[in-house]
């Protein structure tokens, strides 16, 4: 990411990028280790990028008292600005490293006094004039005027910087109450705004409206959307947040390509509004990334993930709870596609952001044991994904509402690993139990339902009952085709474990027409 890049990385100068790019980033990382923070922060990508190539890190030291000179002044060579003061070859600064170990000389040292001035001349060549010139005026007067002039000065300063401060705190006390008015006014506009756009839009719930007939949830959200286009048009930050809202109900009914699309507004609507670098902005780019692998497409949505984690890390630190959040999901989607590596990794560094945070993050912790058990599932860990259903049902307990989307998703994972393990009577209550709750959440004619009839079909198929697994994988996929399309990866699988289970039930040629199909 930005925090572990050199300058003639950020400047774009790909000539120059070579093992000393290397050094940089080893450096860079060193020095975290040593301080627990970055050598280089800032509240945007910008700001990080300008102190980088400002080239003046702070002194180890002070951050951590127990690193020794020699250790400081052989990470500070390693992460130098300027290319030619860093170690020449990794091979030289594993040699320094070594030393400090051994506690031998080192090669580093720290830079003179002539060399600072030099280096904080060419970063500050306007001042540098201004410098040099006060410099020949002062060795022009006499010393006792000096003297005299400078006691005056800093009297005059003094009375300076109290008047300052004292017009300061009026000006930010005016200017916050300005804010503070400004905001009440936005809310209450906002408010009254969602008011009258939820009730128009449950009018069309209403008998008189709807002639009789009861209206569907989708047909109450898309009406929804179509008043957000034309009630919402003068009110974008409101509109940005009603369409996020939006897309996460269409998400809700497995409307995945709607919710996609809601989600990809709302976030063009926050970078007009905010820029690239801003809280809201990167919450929308982690709901295009979710919405996105939801939809089925999980390299597509893999992009905007990594942007969005490596953003929250250099506008938060690697320990905010977004970014930690931001970790999960980009996690969830790398399982998705295979890349387990990198999701437990990822998953690993959310936990350990969560410890240092502390507080109540039982929800986090949750989704995490979950995509841990996803990821024991498609590596084929059935004890661990058993534990870590267990653990994540531990979680759940005072967190979520007993119907709740999260909690089925750690039954049906126990229902599995169960399956998996050959305890197959185990399974087979578990799954009772797990399509009972989906029952109660979904329906018996959602997408969601049809999931769990998929994974109920394998049960019965390792039990010796194919043909009630075929019927089984027949309704699981007809659901899931009529809901996604033939092209969308939960569709495809169905169809797959359709056509094996023809096959195993002697069925050859119905086997042959659904694979070909």
């Known amino acids: 990411s930005v925090l572990y890049m050199a300058p003639e990385q950020i400047q774009g100068s790909v000539d120059e990028i070579d093992e000393l790019t290397d050094v940089y980033a080893l450096g860079v990382t060193l020095y975290e280790l040593l301080a627990l923070q970055m050598p280089y922060a800032g509240k945007t990508a910008e700001a990080v990028r300008a102190a980088i190539l400002e080239g003046a890190p702070p002194a180890l030291r002070p951050r951590n008292r127990r690193v020794s000179r020699d250790l400081e002044n052989v990470c500070l060579k390693a992460i130098s600005g300027e290319r030619a003061r860093r170690y020449t070859s990794m ?35 306007t001042g540098t004039t201004a410098l040099v010139l006060g410099t020949v005026l002062v060795i022009g007067l006499p010393t006792t005027l000096a003297l005299q002039q400078h006691a005056y000065n800093a009297e005059l300063q003094k009375s300076l910087d109290k008047e300052t401060l004292a017009r300061k705190a009026a000006d930010d006390a005016r200017a916050d109450a300005d804010v503070e008015r400004d905001r009440a006014k936005l809310e209450a506009r906002d408010a009254e705004s969602v008011s009258g756009f939820l009730v128009e839009l449950f009018e069309a719930a209403s008998p008189s409206v709807a002639q009789g007939r009861k209206p569907t949830a989708e047909e109450l959200l898309r009406s929804g959307v179509e008043r957000i286009g034309s009630q919402l048009r003068d009110q974008p930050e409101l509109r940005a947040r009603m369409l996020e809202r939006m897309s996460q109900s269409f998400a809700g009914l497995a409307l995945y390509a709607d919710a996609q699309h809601l989600a990809e507004q709302a976030l063009d609507t926050r970078i007009r509004l905010h820029g690239h670098d801003d809280r809201r902005t990167l919450a929308a780019l982690v709901s295009v990334g979710a919405a996105r692998r939801n939809a089925g497409t999980s390299d597509q949505g893999i992009p905007a993930l990594i942007d969005a984690v490596a953003l929250y890390e250099c506008t938060l630190g690697p320990n905010a709870v977004e970014t930690a959040f931001a970790k999960i999901e980009l996690a969830t989607s790398f399982t998705r596609v295979s890349r387990h590596g990198d999701a437990r990794q990822l998953l690993d560094e959310a936990a350990a952001a969560l410890d240092s945070i502390g507080g109540d993050t039982r929800s986090m912790r949750q989704s995490i044991a979950t995509t841990r058990s996803a990821l024991d599932v498609a590596t084929g860990r059935s004890l661990d994904v058993l534990r870590g259903a267990d653990e994540a049902l531990a979680l759940d307990a005072g967190v979520s509402d007993p119907l709740h989307p999260t909690r089925l998703q750690m039954l049906s994972m126990r229902a599995l690993a169960l399956r998996d393990l050959g305890r197959l009577e185990e399974a087979e209550y578990a799954f009772s139990e797990a399509m009972e709750l989906g029952r109660a959440l979904f329906g018996a004619d959602d997408t969601h339902y049809a999931q769990l009839l998929f994974h109920f079909a394998q049960l019965r198929e390792a039990q010796g009952r194919v043909d009630e697994a075929v019927g089984l994988l027949r309704e699981a996929y007809e659901r899931q085709r009529a809901a996604y399309g033939i092209e969308h990866p939960l569709a495809a699988m169905a169809v797959q474990k359709l056509g094996q289970a023809l096959g195993h039930a002697g069925r050859v040629d119905d086997a042959c027409t659904v694979l070909d199909e």
């Not at 091979?91 to 506690?103: E, H, I, S, Y």
């Open 91 to 125: 091979q030289a600064f594993t040699r320094d490293l070594r030393a400090v170990l051994a506690d031998e000389p080192v090669s580093a040292r720290p830079p003179s006094a002539f060399e600072r001035a030099t280096r904080w001349v060419q970063r500050h060549p």
